[in-house]
């Protein structure tokens, strides 16, 4: 199914495409089961570690979180830090001086926006309303929006981090070309709704375990019948 055609009729996707996206979350959950992360921090943490983990790897993203946690008590206490002491106890994460700004910014136009630290009111917004207000900040893309809003709150958007994203192209169900920022909402379009939050663990872990960037394991794949990428290799 080529994604990149945006003038393709909604019945085609609607026929072709989500039956097949149907079959490989039923795989997927039949394999690795439905359960969401269990990873449930409250949000203004899951959006100050999401920051974090940009361009680097877990555990220097957690050794940096959990500095910045022992250093300080609060997130009020993080706003009004220097930044430059903010830099110093993130620098495991790589790109501290600018993952400063962007902590600090993000927590700067909360306080303005909402009188507080506090991002409670995306539990009762609209999905799409509350995906807007979170990229809204600065720093924030869609990705972050959806890593909070699925592991905090538990609603229903899927993460499209590297293995997604790959994982994702590999089996047709978006386009080779289509960007990561297009692929969350075209994912969400045609995955079954049900699915979508354990999705995102899902397909890391295929991501990472069979469907690798280098040397993917095909013939090992449970989802090879219902993949492009392995079928151009016969």
């Known amino acids: 199914?080529?994604?990149?055609?945006?003038?393709?009729?909604?019945?085609?996707?609607?026929?072709?495409?989500?039956?097949?996206?149907?079959?490989?979350?039923?795989?997927?959950i039949h394999y690795y089961g439905k359960a969401v992360s269990v990873r449930k921090l409250p949000p203004l943490d899951e959006l100050v570690m999401t920051i974090l983990s940009q361009h680097t790897n877990d555990v220097n993203m957690l050794r940096a979180y959990e500095s910045l946690k022992e250093r300080f008590s609060t997130w009020e206490e993080?706003?009004?830090?220097?930044?430059?002491?903010?830099?110093?106890?993130?620098?495991?994460?790589g790109m501290y001086n600018l993952k400063a700004k962007r902590i600090q910014t993000a927590l700067r136009e909360i306080n303005e926006r909402v009188g507080r630290l506090d991002l409670s009111l995306l539990e009762t917004m609209e999905l799409e309303e509350a995906k807007k207000w979170l990229t809204s900040l600065h720093g924030v893309?869609?990705?972050?929006?959806?890593?909070?809003?699925?592991?905090?709150?538990?609603?229903?958007?899927l993460p499209v981090d590297t293995h997604v994203w790959r994982v994702t192209k590999r089996l047709g169900l978006i386009g080779d070309k289509v960007s990561r920022e297009k692929a969350h909402?075209?994912?969400?379009?045609?995955?079954?709704?049900?699915?979508?939050?354990?999705?995102?663990?899902?397909?890391v872990r295929h991501g990472r375990e069979v469907c690798r960037a280098q040397n993917p394991k095909c013939d090992e794949c449970f989802l090879s019948h219902l993949c492009v990428y392995y079928t151009r290799l016969k």
């Not at 079954?192 to 663990?201: A, E, W």
């Open 141 to 157: 893309g869609p990705k972050t929006a959806a890593i909070v809003l699925l592991f905090s709150f538990e609603r229903p958007v």
């Open 185 to 203: 909402v075209l994912l969400e379009q045609i995955m079954p709704r049900s699915c979508i939050p354990s999705l995102n663990k899902n397909l």
């Open 78 to 93: 993080v706003l009004d830090a220097p930044q430059e002491e903010i830099a110093l106890f993130i620098r495991s994460s």
């Open 1 to 28: 199914m080529n994604f990149n055609e945006l003038s393709m009729s909604a019945d085609t996707i609607t026929v072709k495409t989500r039956l097949k996206a149907k079959k490989v979350c039923d795989v997927l």
